[in-house]
């Protein structure tokens, strides 16, 4: 079956990100955080690898799943939380939250969502407070501009000098966030 995405209305976006979800949906929610002076750049965490579900180890744009009875909404704050060391004092939601669905992986009868949000971050929040969890997912963040730290090859998408991978799906995320956002301007 196609994993073909389709854009969610900008009213169905904004409905699902306030409303619980049931346990036989399947949500996920990235947050986009651009830097508050150094225009181009964006906050980028390093997973961690994970071997048993075949994960490479790479950075990516800050998000996960929502649970059971959590709004997505409530699922970025957590997020935020756990992968960023952000409290709610430190960010403003923008207005804008859009969307896209596909078909589940796993389930192609199941649709999976992604709700992409963007933030403002306070002048004081500048990256304190975080240390990584030594069990948890995230491992380290870094302020990236996509068109002068990133490169491509053969195999894929690397941050330049380090070789690390980056989720090209997540830097496509994010270009089409600012394509919208230039084109409302």
Known sequence: MSQLKAVLSELEAQEMSI??????????VRIIIPHHSNHGQFLFVKNREEETIGKRAGWGIPGGGVRSEETPLKGVMRELEEEVGFEKADYQFSKNVFGYRKRSLFNTDKWYYTLIFSISLELSAELRKFTPDPVGDIIDRRWFNPSKDFERNF????????????????????????DRLHSEI
């Not at 409303?19 to 996920?28: L, M, N, P, S, Y």
């Not at 941050?159 to 997540?170: A, C």
């Open 19 to 28: 409303r619980k979800i049931t346990e036989d949906e399947d949500v996920g």
């Open 155 to 178: 195999e894929g998408l690397f941050v330049k000098k380090s070789g690390d991978v980056v989720y090209q799906d997540h830097v496509i995320t994010l270009k089409k966030w600012s």
